[in-house]
């Protein structure tokens, strides 16, 4: 019965009650389902239907990966510091560095990716340009000590991540590395039948140029997108940077004074800012006490205005004006990509270099300088106030912008030298001269999917899982006595037999209610009950997602099922 779970002897027990703790969709269902249960803030332990959903994602990410010739290997999570020091990310990761001693007094570290090390063993493994093009892989248990694990597994602070890195001696050569990851990334996911978009992204912590990310719309993602009907434009709005000032500053109707004795909530901040309570922000200007002020979020790259509210002294706090600025021309509405070039702010001359700018202070609540551009920060690097509205021109076409919320599943990355430089990784070249590498490194977040697939597949009633991901193929529910208990057995094994994953709910003293909320709670994608009509031969089919019933004899049901 290699393909039969049943659930009377399985370790799983459903709850009623959302856990207290969980915020999301996904959160919720997964504990309530009883896939996983938290161990700590943001540490998981994955119970057995989760990890046969876990060990799923894991199998279509890694038969794509040797679709496209990577090697899997396995580098350890317990990483000393040198490398890291090497890179310099020993003290940029700052707080989201798990570091520990050991008993010698040696620094080390969890890993939170991979970059040194896998430079580290292609260094020591490959001499000669005839060693690459090579593309390494690991899914391995990452670390980060995220500030905000309130999401369940779609943002631990254990984690699941398929990460892999490609050495190639040439540009095309790490452009073709790049191409068959995104190609790879996006049959990875219309496998699981996760809905995304590909988007351009900011490289953030890895360093490098080109990148994209794969988005998973869903209101419970932590990223803002814009995503163009017209051409195919799409951004992380980490990655378009909008300067904002409001065209008419009456249109924002009359400033009220913040006067709540506590930081001002999300709704409160909104109305004051004139914005969406979903608009993301960077550093954004607004008048504290009547002074243009910069707030930002210290450590964060995308401050959403449930942050920015928990951050902000009770304050007057003012929406600037365009008046605020008339002295100092140059806060117009545009938007400043990381190629930049293109984009109609790049072109005004009133924000070319050497313009006197407001900028943002790093600091909550400090107040702002009179910066130079060009010398004190470079446009669309720094300059990040950001607010990008529904209806926004693409800055590609003009058409009217959708903006949504979504989960970042994957990110891949065109590295460059970045870390062949800081390690010294050459290998001898058809001249018999050194070549030095170029690298690009691509993550995908094995656990952050199963939750994503549960954001975006999951109805009232519970979980709802595509096929490949889901634990079982059928979900037999025995609704009845002893007969009805021997018959869903008899019917598991016939089914098991031919491949089909069955879980078989034979569990006695359980109500026939009880069972068949559970199934829909537990959401593998065919139901199939055996019932009161199973003496007379016929069972129920049900899909999961539709709902849809049938009425049926059991060998037909079968023969369906195989
Ligand atoms: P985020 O913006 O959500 O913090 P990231 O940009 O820091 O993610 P990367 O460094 O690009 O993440 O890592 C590659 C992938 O690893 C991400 O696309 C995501 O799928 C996954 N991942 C990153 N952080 C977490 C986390 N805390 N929990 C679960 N998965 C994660
Ligand atoms: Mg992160
Ligand atoms: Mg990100
Ligand atoms: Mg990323």
């Given at each position: 019965m290699a393909h039969v779970q049943r659930m009377s002897t399985t370790l799983l027990k459903t709850l009623r009650d959302d856990p207290a703790d969980a915020e999301t969709a996904s959160h919720k269902l997964l504990v309530r389902a009883g896939y996983v249960r938290r161990t700590s803030a943001g540490v998981f332990t994955w119970l057995p239907l989760g990890k046969k959903v876990l060990d799923n994602v894991a199998r279509v990410v890694r038969e794509e990966m040797d679709a496209i010739g990577g090697q899997e290997v396995l580098l350890p999570a317990l990483l000393p510091r040198e490398p890291y020091e090497t890179s310099g990310r020993w003290d940029e990761y700052g707080e989201l560095l798990f570091r520990l001693k050991d008993r010698k007094g040696a620094d080390h570290l969890l890993g939170p990716t991979h970059e040194e090390v896998f430079t580290l063993t292609v260094k020591d493994q490959c001499a000669s340009y005839k060693d690459l093009p090579v593309i390494l892989y690991q899914i391995q248990t990452k670390y980060r000590d995220e500030a905000r694990p309130r999401s369940g597994v779609l943002r631990g602070r254990e984690f699941q991540m398929k990460d892999s890195y490609s050495f190639d001696v040439t540009d095309e050569g790490l452009a073709?590395?790049?191409?068959?990851?995104?190609?790879?990334?996006?049959?990875?996911l219309d496998r699981l039948g996760l809905d995304y978009r590909v988007v351009s992204a900011v490289s953030g912590a890895m360093g490098g140029s080109a990148s994209e990310e794969f988005l998973a719309p869903a209101a419970a993602g932590e990223d803002t997108f814009v995503d163009c009907p017209r051409c195919d434009y799409a951004a992380n709005t980490e990655a378009v940077t909008a300067v904002v000032a409001p065209a008419d500053p009456s249109g924002h109707g009359p400033v009220e004074e913040l006067d709540t004795p506590d930081t001002p909530t999300i709704e409160t901040l909104a109305r004051h800012l004139g914005v969406p309570a979903s608009a993301t922000l960077k550093n954004l200007l607004v008048k504290v006490d009547g002074?243009?002020?910069?707030?930002?979020?210290?450590?964060?790259?995308?401050?959403?205005?449930?942050?920015l509210a928990g951050h902000l002294a009770p304050a007057a706090v003012e929406l600037v004006t365009a008046e605020d600025f008339a002295d100092r021309p140059g806060l117009v509405r545009g938007y400043v990509g990381p190629q930049g070039l293109d984009l109609p702010c790049i072109a005004d001359p009133r924000i070319a270099p050497g313009t006197s700018w407001i900028t943002g202070a790093n600091r909550p609540g400090r107040h702002a300088r009179n910066v130079v551009c060009g010398r004190d920060f470079?446009?669309?690097?720094?300059?990040?106030?950001?607010?990008v509205e529904p209806g926004d021109p693409c800055p590609r076409c003009g058409a009217g912008l959708a903006v949504g919320r979504a989960v970042e599943v994957g990110h891949i990355f065109q590295l460059g030298r970045k870390y062949a430089d800081a390690f010294g990784l050459d290998v001898l070249g058809p001249q018999g001269r050194p070549v030095r590498v170029t690298m690009g490194s691509y993550g995908i977040g094995v656990s952050r999917l199963v939750a994503a697939l549960a954001e975006q597949t999951h109805d009232d009633a519970g979980l709802c899982w595509p096929r490949e991901a889901a634990p079982a193929d059928v979900h037999i529910v025995a609704a009845g006595k002893a007969p009805q208990t021997e018959l869903a057995l008899e019917t598991a094994e016939k089914l098991g037999a031919a491949g089909?994953?069955?879980?078989?709910?034979d569990r006695t003293g359980v109500s026939p209610g009880v069972k068949f909320t559970d199934a829909e709670l537990i959401g593998v994608p065919t139901i199939l009950i055996v019932g009161r009509g199973a003496t007379k031969g016929r069972v129920e089919l049900k899909d999961r997602r539709t709902g849809s019933r049938e009425e049926l004899p059991l060998e037909q049901a079968v023969a369906r099922l195989t």
């Open positions: 073709e590395s790049y191409r068959l990851h995104r190609a790879a990334y996006t049959r990875i002074e243009i002020t910069a707030v930002s979020v210290p450590g964060d790259r995308e401050v959403d205005l449930g942050k470079t446009v669309g690097r720094h300059l990040d106030v950001v607010v089909v994953r069955v879980l078989v709910d």
